[in-house]
């Protein structure tokens, strides 16, 4: 089975956070949730409470198959002011191995740890000029090698879908797409 860290920051955009959980689990994906807070609960940018299910302590990210890092603000500069995130994360490309970002998380936490240098990216509108060393392709959702970035909140369902895409297989991910009538939305 498939193991992803989620990154939870005071801040976190809701639905970037939740929607892909959400598919990922329904994929038969292992997603942990990991609070980088002093506390359990980590509140998102909207005022909602989320129990994380550990705290970033007690994570051994070496099995890490996919880290992900939701946007939203101030969760996104929560995430990147984060040393052990920010290490977990290099550490993560450095093998090889695939992260995923958000909304404002691809220019503030991706793109300064030079993550996206040379790569396609996208992120919500407004941060690009943050991608400095990335080209900006301003779509719902990018995939350049081992990194995945998202637009925001709206590019959240494809977002989850292409990740599971990538975790388990496409048709997988396109029964869940199916099962929860995000085919219906967009026909």
Sequence with gaps: ?????????????????????????????????????????????????????IMFEQGDFADADLLFLPGGMPGASNLYSHKGVCKAVVDQHAAGKKVAAICASPAVVLAPLGILDGKRATCYPGFEQALTDATYTADLVTVDGNVTTGEGPAAAFPFAYELLSQLADKQTAGQIAEGMRYKHLMA
């Design 1 to 53: 089975m498939k193991k992803v860290y989620v990154f939870l920051a005071d801040g976190f955009e809701d639905v970037e956070a939740l929607i892909p959980i959400d598919v990922l689990r329904r994929g038969g994906v292992d997603v942990t949730t990991v609070s980088i807070t002093d506390f359990p609960l980590v509140q998102s940018a909207h005022g909602v409470n989320i129990e994380a299910d």
